[in-house]
């Protein structure tokens, strides 16, 4: 992601000063994941210091636990049941957004005993969000920023889930939306995303570029009030991501999984997760023990598995070449956090052909009657792939992560399904095919 200037930084930190007692609940400042300098909460993502990146801090509750634990459980059946772990202010349940998450943890047995699996094997399938992918839950988050900031557009540079939950947060709420989409994205995203009624602005060139941008549009005075939840709003979009392990944990009753495959695009998904389960053992809301993370990614983009296996700490970018659009993300942000929290926890990145991204969406809907998106065709790929090399234990309870729904990416599986037969209307033709 590009870093504002020097000057526009010092145009943020005001801003920043500004916002500082605006309210957002337990959101204490933000501060830099490199240097640990803390800012004012504000619309910046930078440090002005050393030009990290930002992430938000916390003042979070203490006490008894168990008091917590209840309070999250009577809280309403979306991501704000955990408000007091986010940065959103208290009554935000009371506000028009589109109140995503507590989406099912499906017990995927079937899909275990062709995988060899005798742990537990369970897929988080957020395809049930309201624009049908995880998304939801990061601009969420990232409106609460943005009214709280007074910013009148909301908009961000995407693969296509995200300019979706955009359009549709912003007409929930009553902004203007303009989002900025690669030229070439899969045609049910696109109209996903301009169904909503707002500006849908397709660039040409990957996703890097329309992100480039993005940046760029900040900085000028054509972007004065616009709220970008993935550039000058990333630090309170991206803990959107946690509320996928909050979930995950108090569905499995409040327990830590053993392992979880997670997909990467830019790797804030990742981060988070595991800034979340990292939250949730300080709280004390579940009992400390070791689990693995493991990162998947296509192989025609995946600069992080390739630094994984390299043993570099340094992501070298690519250009995009994959059917898992949105993944495509040829120089993530948060990649080099992401082998850091591979490495850290035990597990791994690693990727796979388009080939067997297909195979998986196929074997997820034949045996658990979930069609996963290609990104969810990515995760259950790998996961195939790191059991058979004994990389993943199959005896831990494992979680994978489908984060959107087939049904936007249906070219890549048309072309391998199909009717069973073509009949005339009479039993003798449903005979004849073989079908009785």
Avoid at 136 to 148: I, P, S, T, Y
Wanted: hydrophobic share 40%; with cysteine.
């Amino acid at each position: 992601m590009s870093v504002l200037t020097s000057a526009d930084q010092a145009d943020s930190a005001d801003s920043a000063d500004s916002a500082a007692t605006v309210d957002l609940g337990p959101a204490a400042a933000l501060a830099c994941r490199e240097c640990g300098e803390r800012f004012p909460l504000g619309p910046i993502f930078a440090c002005a210091s050393c030009f990290g990146p930002l992430e938000v801090a916390y003042d979070l509750p203490g006490g008894d636990p168990e008091e917590l634990r209840r309070r999250i459980e009577s809280g309403p059946n979306n991501i704000w049941r955990y408000a007091p772990l986010l940065p959103v202010p208290a009554d935000v349940a009371e506000h028009p957004n589109l109140n995503p998450g507590c989406t099912p943890l499906v017990r995927a047995d079937r899909l275990a005993a062709e995988l060899g699996v005798t742990g537990g094997l369970y897929v988080k399938d957020d395809s049930g969000n309201p624009t049908h992918s995880f998304k939801d839950r990061v601009v969420a988050n990232a409106l609460e920023a943005a009214r709280a900031f007074g910013f009148t557009t909301l908009s961000c540079s995407s693969t296509g889930n995200l300019a979706g939950a955009v359009g549709a947060a912003a007409a929930r709420a009553g902004l203007r939306s303009c989002v900025f989409i690669p030229h070439d994205l899969e045609q049910g995203k696109v109209v996903m995303a301009a169904v909503y009624g707002g500006e849908l602005v397709a660039i040409e060139g990957t996703y890097d570029d329309v992100n480039r941008f993005c940046s760029e549009l900040i900085g000028d005075p054509i972007g004065e009030g616009w709220g970008f939840v993935n550039v000058n709003l990333r630090p309170y979009y991206a803990e959107g991501s946690k509320t996928l392990a909050y979930e995950i944990c108090e569905q499995l009753g409040w327990e830590l999984p053993d392992q979880l495959v997670i997909p990467i695009a830019s790797g804030s998904q990742l981060t988070k997760i595991d800034k979340g389960l990292k939250e949730l053992i300080q709280l004390g809301l579940v009992a400390d023990r070791p689990y693995k993370i493991f990162g998947a990614q296509a192989e025609g983009c995946s600069p992080v598995s390739r630094a994984f296996k390299d043993g570099h700490d340094v992501v070298r970018p690519v250009k995009p070449n994959t059917i898992a659009k949105s993944l495509a993300i040829g120089n993530p942000a948060d990649g080099p956090y992401v082998l850091d929290i591979a490495r850290r926890t035990g597990g791994a990145v690693e990727d796979v052909t388009d080939e067997e991204v297909v195979t998986a969406i196929k074997l997820l809907a034949r045996t658990e009657g979930i069609f996963a998106e290609t990104a969810g065709g990515v995760t259950l790929g790998v996961t195939r792939k790191l059991l058979a090399a004994g990389v993943l234990d199959p005896a831990a309870t494992t979680v994978v992560l489908n984060t959107g729904d087939g049904l936007k990416t249906l070219d890549a599986v048309a072309g391998t399904t199909g009717p069973s037969a073509t009949i005339r209307p009479n039993l003798d033709s449903f005979r004849e095919a073989g079908l009785a």
